[in-house]
């Protein structure tokens, strides 16, 4: 498979024009967080499915829809990129050098609930998230029950995080399919929303995200960088 190695926030997909299977990702994920297929592309649109790696696709990524928007950037030159994954847009923004801004859409709370004997509260920010307010260090044993608790029949992504001092959140992230990562975009997205906070930084073990929210809409700011050409 031919393809590309893209970073952010320690987040790493492989971006290929190339047709995919579930067999084929299994076969060609390797070390990184999944694939990123692209279908179509335009001069400032792009057209893509994202794939765990045990083969399931997900309805959205934040880090992921970053990433094509740079990859497309970097073929065509757009400054203003959407992004379609299946019914859903992400509008991209490069802002200069390896930084952009997202129009992620609305984002749909739930009322706080207890599952399993964990508070939680369930996020839509185009694909399911659990934030857990707690310290995430516990990640390892709440994230992969959670995942596959009957509360969320097509599994959810999980988050443990905490306000810090200095006003940032710190969490870690278990993804649906994928299991622990570096930092998750749309999980930046979810844990502002949950906590209630209107601007906020998110900081994961890969780095640090933005999200702020502006008239019902989410905004996400956050680097990715290309690694290795196509190979």
Request: charged letters at 25%.
């Amino acid at each position: 498979m031919r393809s590309s190695r893209w970073d952010a926030n320690g987040n790493i997909y492989l971006v290929t024009e190339e047709s995919l299977t579930p067999d084929a990702v299994r076969a060609e994920v390797r070390d990184t967080d999944g694939i990123l297929e692209v279908f179509r592309s335009g001069d400032d649109w792009v057209e893509i499915a994202i794939w765990n790696p045990d083969g399931s696709r997900a309805e959205m990524s934040g880090n992921g829809t970053r990433i094509a928007a740079c990859w497309l950037a970097e073929r065509t030159n757009a400054n203003d990129i959407t992004v379609r994954v299946g019914p859903r847009e992400v509008r991209a923004r490069m802002l200069g050098g390896t930084l952009v801004e997202q129009d992620m859409g609305e984002v749909l709370v739930s009322e706080p609930e207890e599952v399993a004997g964990i508070g939680l509260i369930a996020v839509d920010v185009g694909n399911p998230h659990a934030v857990v307010q707690g310290d995430p260090a516990d990640l390892p044993s709440i994230g992969p029950m959670l995942e596959v608790h009957e509360r969320f029949p097509r599994r959810t992504n999980v988050q443990v995080a905490r306000l810090t001092p200095d006003g940032t959140i710190e969490a870690r992230v278990w993804e649906r399919g994928a299991g622990e990562t570096a930092a998750s975009g749309s999980s930046a997205v979810a844990i502002a929303a949950a906590f209630g906070r209107k601007a906020v930084k998110i900081r994961f073990p890969g780095g640090e995200l933005s999200v702020r929210f502006e008239e019902g809409r989410a905004f996400l700011t956050g680097p990715a960088v290309r690694v290795q050409l196509d190979t």
